[in-house]
């Protein structure tokens, strides 16, 4: 392959492919970190249970998706899990969003874990004291102090799977870098595509990162409204 | 109003409170007293079973606390709790950190539950600092809001643990006057502090626990000054 | 109608025609591919048209995916495969083909200046293949089941790629996508060895076992388009 | 598929595939950690330093591996870069491992970075002002006291770069995953030989955590010897 | 020995040391005191550049220590420092500690850098902590280690930053008599204290900085007990 002589009207051609590819990788990504977020909220919840069969299920769950490639488990459910449940495929998306979700749940669980455990004693039982049932005192008090916490490395798992949910496109899934890989296959060319696809890439963790940079300095240092700023502002202000 | 009977509390191997009975009767004043580790915070705990009592039983207002078919919650209603280190919820300001329990456990509309709160605040002199959050106030005035916050429930009993031991010395005053505008008022106390003076002055009966065990009690005066026994007059010596 | 599940029940259009979905994999240029515009076309493609309109029905393709078109056939998920399938003993114990319709063999792709002559010299070679596809079983025969010799790429570009990359000495693959890429690049020298060893491969549309509603229809229209000359207009040759 | 009907025979006529899969793994594991600790250690600290043309390159290295997904980055590796450098490919492995290597060293780096500035600078001030130039202070002051810090995330790099090692499945290397996908379509069966992969992969995580632990408890706490232990004894000790 | 030329330093727009002359004559012992904040450290620390002088110049035995072509860790070797924080390596024992820079600086042999350093260590009276590791060590203990260690490149001059304000006040004394001690040995020292009575005790000249300015220097019988300078006064009424 000739190096200088670049051919990017081959991406032009394909550019529905790549504009496509783009939609569903942020697709899978806000749907498999929305859903791992609740997904995680729960487990993490059930890491901290006392009650053994909450805490087991919970941690050999968060051990499984942890400790085996995401890979493995894309193709697990796509080609086994989800045909033995539905008897049949549910698409490229639904297994694909399902595995980032299932696996964006344990890294999740692990860091709601630690946010809620590094929360003070002191704030659970004052709110006991005041005869909050757990609940009420995890729902009120503990989460939105542990949440704050949790922003940055939330954050950090969001770019993490942005860039995992590139690994859908073995199961044929039609994200950013299946594009690459079918104008690559048709032009037997793979400078162009690939580079194409790592900019984009890079693109969107650009602004993924700002934003979360923005999310992260709204919920820093003090709670203190007055000291915040908004993120956006729409209109006057 | 509190029947405590043979109380005993364990951390695994290690034996804190170690047989304990006393009975505090409506609006008495109950200040305890005793050394570093002796287990006073932990006996305050139980009482609220904040700790879980491992022998022994302890009432309030007749109910058995640790009684699985007692509502735990129901029983802290009736006893407000203050800590040594405040415990403030740092994300809401001072009027939601008083109004959220009677909102979210009384169920009391929202109006009604900030005009308590506003009273509340008149009445332990931060009526001012309404909008505030705890990391804007000294440590004088988050004590203050907390025992306000504590009062919101309503409650018949309140359990000081060492309230004014992580002040700087000049707020100690502004949080014992308003402990002691309560006692005034009525409410039945039980105080873990190191402030003597307090115990002299406003004490129906001192409590003295040494290992765990409650080793003698009696008037401010038969403690302080009329004491016979060893290991109480030891302590005193060298906290007076 | 509802893409996802698809039988010839619930998938019929609003004309009264039967309605098919068909999966595919569409990485197999000549075959079956992607246009830039990412519309399936292909052989393949025009073949399985030419059936649907001689037997009256209507066709939706999917893109699967080559492992995971077995078990979307399987699960119903689509009624038939085209997917340039080879029609072999393994798979007919577990699916149903039609009539073949396409007939191809295997051919070795070297570069200009190798030695290998026929089958027989790939033995001590590197062969890519794509994987799990009749170019990789009949190389397995030859090197061994889990020979680290097989270079199985994910599509039969990027196994010529790791020909051409000089990561294998040779590629083997169908004779109709491996004189695709050679159509395509002109320029790159490389030569074709057909041998006779490689038994020759019947096409054939995959369908689930038992499933003779759809396969009766099939049949149907490649007798259709075998009779009115169609097939060979598509393909430039007969198949008996 | 019916699902009770396993079939683990398929995994065994196929053994060979599967512990050549694993030491594909280790070693494109090993390498890529190894080679990304060094290359980690030249990226950390080129990114502290106060010249622009070596902080420019080092913080662009780093943000375009941390910013693109791995996947494209070993397609374009397998593909692109080596084919025009070296006019042919070298096999999976040697691109498997540069693109591990090349990742891994842009994640180490953000650690080796972030360890050495955690060093308090009062260390650095008495190196100097004991008069060591700036190399001999870092690699007899700072390195050392910095490593100890960096233990616990290189730690999660190494189980993270296990897992990630499964991607080169997609240039047909020969690891693990690529054993349980020729078998799957060797067989067109997908429960077996991917939960086979599955327990392999948790297999060799849970080894791999082990180690870390341990080496994690050697060098936690404290400096004074007396109070580690001893790793691995051989012999009478 | 060190000569101090219209020094200036800014740290960006502050501007901490605004224009100081002064010369350090071999064997002299000369104590740098005034308010926090006045730039004392700064000063101490332009003198080896570990901050970069922004204008003027200071030379140390004639050679100008911020000038391009001057070798600074050649001039580091002759200026010890000591810090407040003692900056003790911890991951090294007190031997290697004090004998890492004579090693890996002046290429010292081990033994020969070990005998050192075992005189030294009798010197500052911990020669049965050689094999301790900082974190074993009390922190006056930790201070003479870091004096030790500063000695061993054998230097003319020592730099001394708030040698004791670091430490609990039964640990100064400890420390305060090591360095008397140098002194007598006839070692040059800068040393910034808040110890009024090291200054009138040890020091040939005392200087009080403020503002980033040198206010007053002469003999500590001028300064602190006949200096007719308003801010001198106002600053020892003060601290004394
Ligand atoms: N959660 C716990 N787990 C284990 N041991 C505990 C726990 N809480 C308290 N202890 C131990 O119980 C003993 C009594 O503690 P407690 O806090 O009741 O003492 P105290 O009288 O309140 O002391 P202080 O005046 O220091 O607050 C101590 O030895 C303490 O270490
Ligand atoms: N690295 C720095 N960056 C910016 N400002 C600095 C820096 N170091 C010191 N300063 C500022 O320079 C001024 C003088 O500091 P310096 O430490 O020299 O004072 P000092 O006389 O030693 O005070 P102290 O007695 O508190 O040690 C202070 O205002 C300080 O905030
Ligand atoms: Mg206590
Ligand atoms: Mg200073």
Known sequence: MDFLDIRFDMIWNYKELFIRGIWVTLGLTVIGYLGGIILGLFLGMGKLSKRKWIY???KYYVDFFRGTPLLVQILLIHLAVIPSIFGHSLGYFVSGATALLLNCGAYNAEIIRAGIQSIEKGQTEAARSLGMPSGVAMKNIILPQAFRRMVPPLGNELIALLKDSSLVTVIAANDLLYAGKVVAGAYSRFW???ITVAILYLMLTFVFTKVIAYVEKRFSNSYVPSQRRRIFTFGRS | MIKIEGLHKSFGQLEVLKGIDYEVKEKEIICVIGPSGSGKSTFLRCINLLEDITDGAVFINGLKVNDSGTNINEIRKDVGMVFQQFNLFPH??????????????????PKEAEQLAVELLEKVGLADKAKSFPEQLSGGQMQRVAIARALAMQPKIMLFDEPTSALDPEMVKEVLDVMKQLAFEGMTMVVVTHEMGFAKEMGDRVLFMDEGKLVEEGTPDAIFNNSTNERTKAFLSMVL | GDSDTASSEDGDSADGKTKLVVGTDATYAPMEYMDEDGNIVGIDIDIVEAIAEAADFEVEFKNIGWEPLFPAVDNEEVDFAVSSITITDERKESFDFTDPYYVANQVILVPEDTDITE????????????INTTGHIVVKELLGNTS??????????????????????AAVGDN??????????????LKVIEDDSFEKEFYGLMVKQGNTEVMDLLNEGIQAIKDSGKLKEITGFDVE
């Open chain 2, 92 to 109: 809401m300001n001072v009027l939601n950190n008083i109004t959220i329990s009677p909102r979210k456990i009384r169920k009391m509309n």
């Open chain 3, 176 to 189: 109709s996508v491996v004189n695709e890429y050679i159509k395509n690049n002109p320029n790159v020298e």
């Open chain 3, 148 to 169: 680290a010799d097989i270079v199985a790429a994910e599509t039969m570009p990027f196994a010529i790629e790791e020909m051409l990359n000089e990561n294998a000495d």
């Open chain 3, 119 to 130: 089958y027989a010299d790939l033995e001590d070679k590197r062969v890519s293949v794509q």
């Open chain 1, 192 to 194: 162009e595509p690939y």
């Open chain 1, 56 to 58: 087991y299920p919970c």
